[in-house]
């Protein structure tokens, strides 16, 4: 069975501020792991995703996440808040190396102040 | 492109009822995903729907079921409605089952049983 944990569920800060969202997962086979967004009242957008090669992967919005097998992690970061980063955010595993049958953690809220 | 479109945005139903919730995938898309979104339980999976064949299913009771029709959209189906059901109902659709291909989630069907 996989899992994703995403500690904590709030986290704020300061516009121009590095953005840091955890997650860790748990997997018996080699994960496939997502980040997606969520607006208020909208569905989700995916950031990133990592499935093979680089361990560093970017994604939209001057989003990045680094692949850590030794640390189970695959933690969101971003080096400059801005006020529309404001949202809900999501990481995921897949079962099979696809975008089939995900298994979301409970997700982060990320507030951003001027 | 028109995106994921879900229908209807809000539905208010009572306990005991029936409900049917619709989504038109991404032209194109043949894969459509259904997820139920509750601030206790969080994102879940709930089934998948590939060239009108159930290809995956959540942990979800019988009462939850869905088709997929030739043209590739979707509906799925709660009866004997319980209090617990109330949730944000997302369906997401990509262009094959089972690839890297990302997933595509519309706005959701807010549903609240009274």
């Known amino acids: 069975a996989q899992s994703v944990t995403q500690l904590g569920s709030h986290v704020s800060v300061s516009e121009g501020a590095l953005v840091l969202l955890r997650c860790n997962y748990s997997?018996?086979?080699?994960?496939?792991l997502f980040w997606y967004v969520q607006y208020p009242n909208q569905g989700l957008q995916l950031l990133l995703k990592?499935?093979?090669?680089?361990?560093l992967v970017k994604g939209i919005n001057g989003f990045e996440a680094e692949f850590k097998k030794s640390e189970t992690s695959f933690h969101l970061t971003k080096p400059s808040a801005h006020m529309s980063d404001a949202a809900e955010y999501f990481c995921?595993?897949?079962?099979?190396?696809?975008?089939?049958?995900?298994?979301f953690g409970k997700g982060i809220t990320l507030s951003v102040r001027p | 492109k028109a995106g994921v479109t879900q229908t209807p945005r809000y539905l208010i139903k009572t306990r005991g009822q029936q409900v049917t919730l619709s989504c038109s995938p991404i032209?194109?898309?043949?894969?459509v995903s259904w997820y139920q979104q509750t601030p206790g339980q969080g994102l879940q999976f709930l089934f998948e729907?590939?060239?009108?064949?159930?290809?995956n299913k959540g942990n979800f009771p019988g009462r939850f079921s869905g088709r997929q029709f030739s043209n590739s959209r979707s509906e799925m189906n709660v009866s004997t409605l319980e209090l617990g059901d109330s949730a944000l109902y997302l369906c997401?659709?990509?262009?094959?089952?089972?690839?890297?291909?990302?997933?595509?989630f519309g706005n959701g069907t807010r549903l609240t049983v009274t």
């Open positions: 997401a659709s990509s262009p094959r089952q089972g690839d890297n291909s990302p997933l595509h």
């Open positions: 729907y590939f060239s009108e064949t159930q290809r």
């Open positions: 997997s018996s086979v080699p994960p496939y």
């Open positions: 032209s194109g898309h043949r894969s």
């Open positions: 990592y499935t093979t090669g680089a361990t």
């Open positions: 995921a595993v897949s079962p099979t190396g696809a975008n089939s049958k995900l298994t």
